[in-house]
């Protein structure tokens, strides 16, 4: 079993930065690779990010990529995604997940998680 817990997200100004953190427990963190969902009201959860069990490769959706970053801290068993650049379109509840094993390669697909945290919601204003 994996818990998740989700914090960092609130209302910023498009523009603006914020950073979500994702707090493991259960397993040993860096057996797993970690993604970033997306949910907004009336639309799929949609992928956002990932990486890898070692924090040594990433994968983002093109709507993200060059603004946000993932990354990973195994010693604090917590994932990282800095938003930079945010937009109105990225209003959204965000949520990480984790994918058990030391996979070759990063998935985009929801199926491929294993565990879901609650979601934290970022709204972001004009």
């Known amino acids: 079993q994996v818990q998740l817990v989700e914090s960092g997200g609130g209302l910023v100004q498009a523009g603006g930065s914020l950073r979500l953190s994702c707090a493991a427990s259960g397993r040993t963190f860096s057996s797993y690779g970690m993604g970033w969902f997306r949910q907004a009201p009336g639309k799929e959860r949609e992928f956002v990010g990932a990486?890898?069990?070692?924090?040594?490769?990433?994968y983002y959706a093109d709507s993200v990529k060059g603004r946000f970053t993932i990354s990973r801290d195994n010693a604090k068993n917590t994932v990282y995604l800095q938003m930079n650049s945010l937009k109105l379109e990225d209003t959204a509840v965000y949520y990480c997940?984790?994918?058990?094993?030391?996979?070759?390669?990063?998935?985009?697909?929801?199926?491929?998680?294993?565990?879901w945290g609650q979601g934290t919601q970022v709204t972001v204003s004009s």
């Open positions: 997940a984790a994918r058990i094993g030391r996979h070759y390669y990063l998935s985009g697909n929801d199926y491929d998680y294993d565990y």
């Open positions: 990486i890898s069990w070692s924090g040594g490769n990433t």
